[in-house]
C-alpha cells in the first residue's frame, strides 16, 4: 500500500498515522510505504507486516528545494511466498538537479536514528511536535 500521508519536515510520523497503519497491518496489508513528509522517516516491523513511514524526496524541483539534496531512500521489496518481506534500502540524492544512487554514508540522515525515533522517548517527542505545530 503506498500512503500520501504525514506532516512535513518531521523525522517521525505522528502517532495517529502510526496507529493508522498498524491497523492497516492488522487487517492484512503486507507493507506500506508512506509519502508527504519531504524528510526521511524510519520503518519498523508490526507482527508480519513493515511499515516505512516515509521515503523522502525522490526528486522535488519547486523553488524552495531548488537547492535541496533531497537526500532519501528507495526499496526493493521481495515477497516469499511464505507471506514473508525482505527489502533492501536504496540511497539516494539530488546533485546539479539529477537523482543520484549513493552509498549510505553519502546521505544526511542515518535509518538507524530515524528508526530509534520511533521507540526512545517517541510519546514524549510526539507530543512536543504537535503542541509546536499548534502554536
Known amino acids: 500500500m503506498i500512503a500520501y500521508a504525514g506532516v512535513e519536515d518531521i523525522y517521525f510520523p505522528i502517532k495517529e498515522w502510526r496507529e493508522r497503519y498498524k491497523r492497516l497491518c492488522d487487517i492484512g496489508v503486507d507493507v506500506i510505504i508512506g509519502h508527504h513528509p519531504h524528510v526521511p522517516q524510519g520503518y519498523e516491523k508490526h507482527n508480519n507486516s513493515i511499515i516505512f513511514y516515509s521515503l523522502g ?28 518481506v525482505d527489502f533492501e534500502i536504496i540511497y539516494h540524492k539530488k546533485i546539479s538537479g539529477k537523482t543520484c544512487l549513493v552509498e549510505e554514508k553519502d546521505v544526511n540522515f542515518s535509518i538507524t536514528t530515524l528508526n530509534n525515533l520511533l521507540f526512545d522517548n517517541y510519546e514524549e517527542k510526539n507530543d512536543e511536535m504537535c503542541i509546536e505545530l499548534c502554536n
Open 57 to 84: 524526496n525522490f526528486y522535488f524541483d519547486t523553488l524552495s528545494f531548488i537547492d535541496s539534496g533531497d537526500d532519501s531512500y528507495s526499496l526493493v521489496l521481495q515477497f516469499s511466498t511464505e507471506g514473508l
